[in-house]
């Protein structure tokens, strides 16, 4: 059975995939990737293609998904089956870019907490208040990986490539999904990237943001569990 490679998004570990890790574990053998040594999309990829299984299917959420096209553009050849999650394959914007200095700055002077609990968290979920344990877990997350890999991830997100011409050259069963109600990777970009990859499924989470793993795991399960079995 393939492996399952999962790489989580921004300030996040492997608990943000806690009911797909559940769920298929059972069946295939499960590795999830961390992204806290480099500072370029280049270097993150790179670390996880020396750890990773000669071949396996990859699943990356957010700056999880950016990474993930990353490492396919680096080695196709070992990704046996690719699933984007509410994530963005175009390079930053520069309004965004212009916001990274300042949190990066918040972060190294100690203001991490304030910089995920006002910018970041806020922006997760479709409905919050229904959901204060994934917030509180959003919290934990980014305060264990700590201000350091902060800025590392942020460079990272800051100066990654467009990768609209590496998802062009897909051939391997593919997934894209996004939550309904996702503020921070819209459905308009996974459109774009659907008619980019010809053999993509495109599936919207109902009553999600951007963290479907989490907040809807049944439903994106459900879909994960269709993709996995087209490989």
């Known amino acids: 059975m393939t492996p ?6 921004m300030m996040c ?43 396996f299917a990859l699943l990356g959420l957010s700056m999880g998904g950016i990474v993930a096209m990353e490492v396919f553009a680096q080695q196709p050849q070992r990704v046996k089956g690719l699933a984007l999650l509410d994530t963005n394959p ?12 300042p949190q990066m700055v918040q972060a190294r002077h100690g203001e991490l907490a304030q910089v995920m609990g006002h910018d970041m968290v806020p922006n997760y979920l479709a409905h919050p208040a229904a959901h204060p344990e994934i917030t ?29 011409n590496t998802l062009k050259q897909v051939q391997v069963p593919s997934l894209i999904l996004c939550g309904e109600q996702d503020q921070l990777c819209p459905l308009e970009r996974h459109q774009l990237m659907s008619r980019l990859m010809p053999h993509a ?31």
């Open 4 to 9: 399952l490679l999962l790489i989580p998004g």
């Open 201 to 231: 499924e495109l599936a919207v989470v109902a009553s999600a943001g951007h963290l479907p793993t989490l907040e809807q795991p049944e439903q994106t399960n459900n879909i994960i569990g269709r993709w996995l079995h087209r490989l």
């Open 136 to 164: 509180q877990l959003c919290m934990e997350m980014a305060l264990a990986l700590g201000p350091d890999v902060f800025i590392r991830q942020s460079q990272a997100l800051k100066n990654r490539p467009d990768q609209c």
């Open 90 to 101: 175009l390079a930053e914007q520069d309004e965004v870019k212009a916001r990274r200095g």
């Open 13 to 55: 570990d492997a608990r943000l995939y806690t009911p797909q890790i559940s769920t298929f574990s059972a069946e295939r053998p499960i590795h999830c990737a961390t992204l806290t040594t480099g500072d370029s999309v280049q270097a993150l990829a790179r670390d996880i293609l020396d750890q990773a299984p000669p071949e």
